[in-house]
């Protein structure tokens, strides 16, 4: 194998991180979600020695399969959690500020129509405390006519207006690479598809843990001073046999439109006809998503989870209903996606109605951490944090650290006539190395992907430079091309080959086997159901 390739570089980290008498480790992160990179990168900025590994691919789990929006939970208020919106509200302000080009402000419309649930006053108070937690005030209610502008092709019977208000989005997998990018700067070393097989435990306290490498099947064995799971779905997997249970997997599915059949400016919000949950339509990556549901999952947490008939069905009933002169069916669908989220479960009966907060466990020195908000990871590392510092009393805790790279000191980096909004997106997603990129680009490679918003220097990028194991790493979480474009890109898999083949090391005979595996994936997990009757346009 070439050694320039990413997979020969891997196996020399592997070798010199651990293997050797110096492998042991401040902290041990597993897991490689939103949640185990923040607490990863905080860690890491902390002075600690950490590793971090994934038993798949970075982001694979809930983190690449979200609904994501970087939001203050409006929905919270009315239900009396004052101090989770006003957290998840400031976080989102301070990713806008940080990530420009990753995270984005979104502005939020929702329709009042007569004898419809949140009316006018109601709805229009709680956007006046959501905007005072931000720091910001603004206009939120429009007549008719003036809302009918700001989204054309909205139901008019019974309208009265609507209000809008500002959310943000991201690109979550993208989110978590850039984290982790950043911890790598800070000194962690993070690993994909590196397996914990058991944890290890010195007398009463966790001191490492047994690794295994999915890919080749070796296995090593590390000491850790302090072990920390950030599984998700999976924590109580790893939890001692006698602690109690409290994940509940809850699945959240979606659809994605191309842009052109659900043109939507704005990002249009509304209250399910059916069961009064909200449901929401927004533009994303060149495509727009609809989502979100809210079931319980009961499949095999290690099995991709997909979108069901009955899920289909439901948001179609919602999309139908707010834009019915769109008569939008079935076929216009490009993808699905569906994410399990690990929400701490309390009995109810309904699943919207059970909590978002996060909770950290302690158990003979394992901290397991599971709930919680893609807006408020850091929050959720921080509190990790306080408790691993119970465990290493030669470390002091700080609270307040001043983040790697601000968006002042990137901006100045752009050069070679990149258009400013390119130049943004770069940075956003890579950082500092953003300008790396453009020093690898090709011929052609700046172009946007016909459908997305995807450079073909990212490709090229990802492929060389981050971890790539799989086709599916490369179309499903380094760039998104499996959900934004017809038949996950098979359409562009011809110019794709030619970028990254070389760039990954691959023969014919592992990109082709590489390429049935994702098609096959993709069929069964990212498509319409098999079982999905046919569904008559809106009237």
Same mark, same amino acid.
């Given at each position: 194998?070439?050694?320039?390739?990413?997979?020969?570089?891997?196996?020399?980290?592997?070798?010199?991180?651990?293997?050797?008498?110096?492998?042991?480790?401040?902290?041990?992160?597993?897991? !490689? %979600?939103?949640?185990?990179?923040?607490?990863?990168?905080?860690? @890491? +900025?902390?002075? #600690?020695? *950490? &590793?971090?590994?994934?038993?798949?691919?970075?982001?694979?789990?809930?983190?690449?399969?979200?609904?994501?929006?970087?939001?203050?939970?409006?929905?919270?208020?009315?239900?009396?959690?004052?101090?989770?919106?006003?957290?998840?509200?400031?976080?989102?302000?301070?990713?806008?500020?940080?990530?420009?080009?990753?995270?984005?402000?979104?502005?939020?419309?929702?329709?009042?129509?007569?004898?419809?649930?949140?009316?006018?006053?109601?709805?229009?108070?709680?956007?006046?405390?959501?905007?005072?937690?931000?720091?910001?005030?603004?206009?939120?209610?429009?007549?008719?006519?003036?809302?009918?502008?700001?989204?054309?092709?909205?139901?008019?019977?019974?309208?009265? !207006? %609507?209000?809008?208000?500002?959310?943000?989005?991201?690109?979550? @997998? +993208?989110?978590? #690479?850039? *984290? &982790?990018?950043?911890?790598?700067?800070?000194?962690?070393?993070?690993?994909?598809?590196?397996?914990?097989?058991?944890?290890?435990?010195?007398?009463?306290?966790?001191?490492?843990?047994?690794?295994?490498?999915?890919?080749?099947?070796?296995s090593y064995r590390i000491q850790a001073r302090a072990v920390v799971n950030a599984t998700g779905v999976w924590a109580d997997r790893l939890r001692l046999p006698a602690a109690d249970k409290h994940?509940?997997?809850?699945?959240?599915?979606?659809?994605?439109?191309?842009?052109?059949?659900?043109?939507?400016?704005?990002?249009?919000?509304?209250?399910?006809?059916?069961?009064?949950?909200?449901?929401?339509?927004?533009?994303?990556?060149?495509?727009?998503?609809? %989502?979100?549901?809210?079931?319980?999952?009961?499949?095999?947490?290690?099995?991709?989870?997909?979108?069901?008939?009955?899920?289909?069905?439901?948001?179609?009933?919602?999309?139908?209903?707010?834009?019915?002169?769109?008569?939008?069916?079935?076929?216009?669908?490009?993808?699905?996606?569906?994410?399990?989220?690990?929400?701490?479960?309390?009995?109810?009966?309904?699943?919207?109605?059970?909590?978002?907060?996060?909770?950290?466990?302690?158990?003979?020195?394992?901290?397991?951490?599971?709930?919680?908000?893609?807006?408020?990871?850091?929050?959720?590392?921080?509190?990790?944090?306080?408790?691993?510092?119970?465990?290493?009393?030669?470390?002091?805790?700080?609270?307040?650290?001043?983040?790697?790279?601000?968006?002042?000191?990137?901006?100045?980096?752009?050069?070679?006539?990149?258009?400013?909004?390119?130049?943004?997106?770069?940075?956003?997603?890579?950082?500092?190395?953003?300008?790396?990129?453009?020093?690898?680009?090709?011929?052609?490679?700046?172009?946007?992907?016909?459908?997305?918003?995807?450079?073909?220097?990212?490709?090229?990028?990802?492929?060389?430079?981050?971890?790539?194991?799989?086709?599916?790493?490369?179309?499903?979480?380094?760039?998104?091309?499996?959900?934004?474009?017809?038949?996950?890109?098979?359409?562009?898999?011809?110019?794709?080959?030619?970028?990254?083949?070389?760039?990954?090391?691959?023969?014919?005979?592992?990109?082709?086997?590489?390429?049935?595996?994702?098609?096959?994936?993709?069929?069964?997990?990212?498509?319409?159901?098999?079982?999905?009757?046919?569904?008559?346009?809106?009237?």
């Amino acid at each position: 194998m070439n050694p320039d390739h990413w997979q020969a570089r891997r196996q020399a980290v592997l070798g010199s991180s651990l293997t050797t008498p110096e492998s042991q480790w401040d902290m041990l992160v597993i897991g !490689g %979600g939103i949640t185990g990179a923040g607490i990863c990168l905080e860690a @890491a +900025r902390r002075g #600690l020695k *950490v &590793l971090l590994v994934e038993q798949r691919d970075f982001a694979w789990g809930t983190s690449s399969r979200s609904s994501k929006l970087v939001h203050g939970g409006l929905r919270y208020l009315s239900e009396g959690k004052w101090s989770l919106t006003r957290d998840a509200v400031q976080e989102r302000q301070r990713l806008l500020h940080d990530m420009p080009g990753l995270v984005e402000m979104q502005s939020f419309a929702f329709a009042d129509y007569a004898g419809r649930k949140p009316g006018r006053w109601l709805f229009s108070l709680g956007l006046a405390l959501y905007d005072r937690m931000a720091g910001q005030r603004g206009r939120h209610y429009y007549p008719a006519s003036e809302f009918l502008m700001l989204v054309p092709g909205i139901g008019r019977d019974q309208l009265k !207006g %609507g209000l809008c208000y500002d959310d943000a989005k991201t690109d979550d @997998a +993208r989110l978590v #690479l850039r *984290v &982790l990018q950043e911890a790598r700067e800070a000194g962690a070393c993070t690993m994909n598809y590196l397996a914990v097989e058991e944890i290890c435990y010195t007398g009463q306290q966790a001191s490492g843990a047994l690794l295994k490498d999915t890919l080749d099947g070796k296995s090593y064995r590390i000491q850790a001073r302090a072990v920390v799971n950030a599984t998700g779905v999976w924590a109580d997997r790893l939890r001692l046999p006698a602690a109690d249970k409290h994940i509940r997997p809850l699945r959240g599915s979606h659809l994605v439109f191309p842009s052109w059949r659900l043109p939507v400016a704005q990002a249009v919000s509304l209250m399910h006809p059916r069961d009064g949950r909200p449901v929401f339509m927004f533009p994303w990556e060149g495509a727009t998503l609809v %989502g979100t549901t809210d079931v319980d999952h009961c499949e095999d947490l290690q099995q991709e989870a997909s979108i069901t008939k009955d899920e289909v069905l439901y948001l179609m009933e919602a999309l139908q209903w707010q834009f019915p002169a769109l008569q939008i069916g079935t076929g216009d669908i490009i993808s699905t996606y569906a994410g399990v989220r690990p929400v701490i479960g309390s009995g109810k009966v309904d699943p919207s109605r059970e909590g978002r907060d996060h909770t950290v466990w302690q158990e003979q020195g394992l901290i397991s951490v599971a709930g919680g908000k893609l807006t408020t990871f850091r929050l959720i590392a921080l509190d990790v944090l306080r408790h691993v510092a119970t465990l290493l009393p030669d470390w002091r805790y700080v609270e307040n650290m001043q983040g790697n790279a601000s968006a002042a000191e990137l901006r100045p980096i752009a050069a070679q006539g990149v258009s400013e909004s390119v130049w943004q997106r770069l940075q956003g997603r890579y950082g500092r190395q953003a300008k790396y990129i453009l020093d690898c680009m090709q011929n052609g490679e700046l172009e946007r992907i016909s459908g997305s918003d995807t450079l073909w220097v990212e490709l090229r990028w990802a492929a060389r430079h981050e971890s790539v194991m799989r086709l599916e790493d490369l179309m499903l979480r380094r760039t998104r091309l499996g959900l934004l474009l017809p038949a996950g890109g098979m359409g562009h898999m011809p110019r794709i080959r030619r970028i990254c083949q070389p760039e990954l090391g691959w023969g014919d005979t592992q990109w082709e086997t590489q390429q049935h595996a994702y098609q096959e994936l993709w069929q069964r997990n990212y498509s319409l159901p098999p079982d999905l009757p046919a569904l008559p346009e809106a009237d």
